[in-house]
């Protein structure tokens, strides 16, 4: 199992930004994001693949931006103009090869309220 880092949550008003962090011990082929808010079911945010192919969700385009160190093998999301409905608890995953199960991070809490 791999043992994923995140940091980069907290609290912040409505427009405002963040950048979540995902640090990971060696090379992975996939990484991304999750979010679960309360009371709904877990659901992709962002992933990038390889060489930095990415994918988003239809909610988050235009306003967060996934990328990748890979030489700090560290995943980022950096979220611009956050709502209240951005309010969830995000979750890193990674996966080391292309059939590799997946690991996940213990969870990043992200409140966007005023």
């Known amino acids: 199992q791999v043992q994923l880092v995140e940091s980069g949550g907290g609290l912040v008003q409505p427009g405002g930004s963040l950048r979540l962090s995902c640090a990971a011990p060696?090379?992975?082929?996939?990484m991304g994001w999750y979010r679960q808010a309360p009371g709904k079911q877990r659901d992709l945010v962002a992933t990038?693949?390889?060489?930095?192919?990415?994918i988003y969700a239809d909610s988050v385009k235009g306003r967060f931006t996934i990328s990748r160190d890979n030489d700090k093998n560290t995943v980022y999301l950096q979220m611009n103009s956050l709502k209240p409905e951005d309010t969830a608890v995000y979750f890193c995953?990674?996966?080391?090869?292309?059939?590799?199960?997946?690991?996940w991070g213990q969870g990043t809490q992200v409140t966007v309220s005023s």
């Open positions: 995953y990674a996966q080391s090869t292309i059939s590799s199960a997946t690991d």
């Open positions: 060696g090379s992975m082929f996939k």
């Open positions: 990038i693949i390889g060489f930095g192919a990415t």
